[in-house]
């Protein structure tokens, strides 16, 4: 099966190409650069955009991770990661965010700082955020050349009129190194700010939009906001004002999924990012949460 | 007194444009299109000056080229031939020879325009405080407080209630829109204002008020106006000097007095005569 296809499936020709425009984009922090998104043996808006970034800039033994919402183990991360085993004879996979040379991810970026031999690859459903404030992209591209970003203000504004603060969850628009605003990806507000001064690249590929844009390492990222009304990450306190602390492993420094547990119909909370998680799990400071944990647990069970 | 605007020989032809398109088209010929080649002359030869806190009104009926050349002037159309400078504080801008981007900003800064259909003017799909919003973040303000409390100054200039601003502008009446678009036009304190049969549509009652509060404005702020319309009570009220205009080209120019008591043009005469 694999002799049939060339080491990362795209031929040298489009993987060439990929790597030019990926060139192009991290010469020109946050700029789309347009580029000709080949036809994948899986539907657009799956991560294609994401996944040929992956297979032109992936080394014979370098070391890959696969995220799909912070999970290693979800849909879309497996079947990439299968696909991309089949494809690059040689190269290894792991779920630890530290072995990893190159990373590709829907709407997360892990926990840990990433350092600067590592990359990450972000998928990209909408490259543009000026789209829901132009339909023209011909009108777009006139904006974002002149840094006319007045009307994504505008819609901050009206958020804050209407609900007194801004409520854009995901898909944070940013400014890079003062000039192109891009939509982040679906990644969390949560993860915004680590796309400040990254020691990593970040690339995103939009496979369906043709479009590929980065932030370079050691850029200045800031999320549109007003002077008096900063941009603010999700906020993680309980009713009682205390930071709720991850149900497997105990964190209560990482970004947390909401999950109902589907016996007791309680609201549990767990760390998205399961590297994180198991990491932190096996580390001497949860060793001792567990303990105590297990601890009341049985004191209530008593 | 200071020039704010220069315009000279303006002109914009729509089509292919021939030699004989200017010298077989005007109002001795009855007709602004081009025998010979079919090209419309829209405007040509429009040439006037502008001071500063003077209001200056082009009077002509449809199709005489009083919109077209003020459209050239914001940089909605681009002209065929002629030049203008705006004279900015210490700097002159000659208009047709900055790029996109420079007339973009020019237009946003420094220039206000006020359409007769509030659908050009204003975006209907975010509240009017959001529309004033737009032009104050265009321009720099970045401050929340610092841009409710301008909206809000500048609505309750425009005799529109601030409780309203955070509606959306379908909500309101044609007049209370055309006052949105005036305080949206304003929100950067521009030199100079266009104004584009304004108060064409809307009754009676409400039509005086808002050349009331145009006048007003002019007074405030020394504002430069140009305004455009085919109603003689606009021009009688508003207008300093005026061009009159027909098929393209300015037939008569002057002090408004001395056109409405003693027109010299034929078309002039009949159309204040035929004023009721």
């Known amino acids: 099966m694999s002799a049939s296809y060339p080491f990362g499936f795209l031929d040298e020709y489009a993987k060439k190409e990929v790597r030019r425009s990926t060139l192009k984009a991290v010469a ?162 949560w993860d915004v700010p680590k796309l400040h001064q990254s020691r990593a690249l ?101 | 007194m200071d020039k704010v605007l220069e315009v000279d020989r303006l002109s914009k ?10 010298e077989l088209t005007g109002p001795e010929f009855n007709t602004n299109i081009c025998p010979v080649c079919g090209s419309v002359v829209a405007a040509h030869d429009v040439s006037f000056d502008l001071y500063k806190g003077e209001i200056l009104g082009i009077m002509g009926e449809s199709g005489s080229g009083k919109s077209t050349a003020v459209k050239c002037l914001y940089f909605d159309q681009a002209p065929s031939s002629g030049r203008a400078v705006f004279f900015d504080e210490s700097k002159q801008h000659d208009l047709f020879d900055l790029n996109a981007a420079q007339q973009r900003n020019l237009a946003n800064h420094r220039f206000g325009m006020v359409y007769q259909n509030p659908h050009l003017g204003l975006n209907f799909d975010i509240s009017a405080g959001g529309n004033i919003a737009e032009r104050l ?69 409400v039509q005086a008020a808002i050349l009331d509060l145009i006048l007003e404005i002019q007074q405030e702020r020394d504002t430069a106006m140009i305004v455009v319309t085919h109603d003689l009570g606009v021009i009688r009220l508003l207008a300093g000097r005026t061009l009159v205009m027909k098929y393209g080209r300015v037939i008569e120019s002057g002090l408004t007095d001395q056109i409405l008591e003693d027109p010299q043009h034929a078309y002039t005469q009949r159309l204040v005569s035929s004023a009721l």
């Open chain 1, 28 to 189: 020109l922090p946050g700029y789309q650069v347009p580029y000709s998104s080949r036809e994948m043996p899986m539907g657009r808006g799956f991560g294609t955009g994401g996944l040929q970034l992956t297979l032109s800039l992936l080394g014979e033994s370098e070391t890959l991770k696969v995220i799909d919402q912070g999970s290693d183990d979800s849909v879309n991360a497996v079947n990439l990661r299968n696909f991309i085993e089949m494809t690059c004879e040689g190269i290894n996979t792991t779920t630890n965010t530290d072995e990893a040379d190159l990373i590709q991810s829907r709407h997360r970026i892990p926990e840990k700082p990433l350092r600067e031999d590592q990359l990450i690859v972000l998928q990209v459903p909408y490259p543009d955020p000026l789209v829901l404030v132009e339909p023209s992209e011909d009108k777009r591209k006139i904006l974002h050349g002149e840094a006319d970003y007045s009307r994504l203000l505008v819609k901050l504004y009206e958020d804050i009129v209407k609900f007194d603060e801004i409520t854009i969850s995901h898909r944070y628009p940013t400014r890079i190194n003062d000039y192109y605003v891009i939509d982040p990806s679906p990644i969390p507000r």
């Open chain 1, 202 to 302: 970040i690339l995103f590929g939009a496979g369906r939009e043709k479009k590929i844009y980065a932030v370079p390492p050691y850029t200045k990222a800031e999320p549109l906001a007003f002077e008096d009304v900063p941009f603010r990450v999700e906020d993680f306190t309980d009713v009682s004002g205390k930071r709720r602390a991850c149900n497997r492993c105990g964190c209560t420094t990482s970004f947390l999924d909401e999950f109902i547990d589907s016996k007791t119909g309680e609201k549990v909370y767990q760390c998205s990012d399961s590297d994180w998680c198991n990491g932190y799990l096996n580390s001497d400071e949860t060793n001792n949460y567990a303990s105590t944990k297990a601890m009341s647990q049985e004191t209530e069970n008593g």
């Open chain 2, 13 to 22: 032809v729509y089509g292919p444009g021939c030699p004989s398109c200017f």
């Open chain 2, 137 to 205: 973040l265009m321009y720099g303000v970045s401050n929340y407080a610092d841009i409710r409390s301008r909206a809000t100054g500048l609505l309750s200039r425009t005799e529109v209630l601030p409780e309203r601003m955070d509606e959306l502008p379908k909500n309101f009446s044609g007049g209370m829109q055309q006052r949105v678009q005036i305080a949206k036009a304003l929100a950067t304190n521009p030199p100079l204002l266009f104004l584009d049969e304004v108060t064409t549509g809307l009754d009676l009652s």
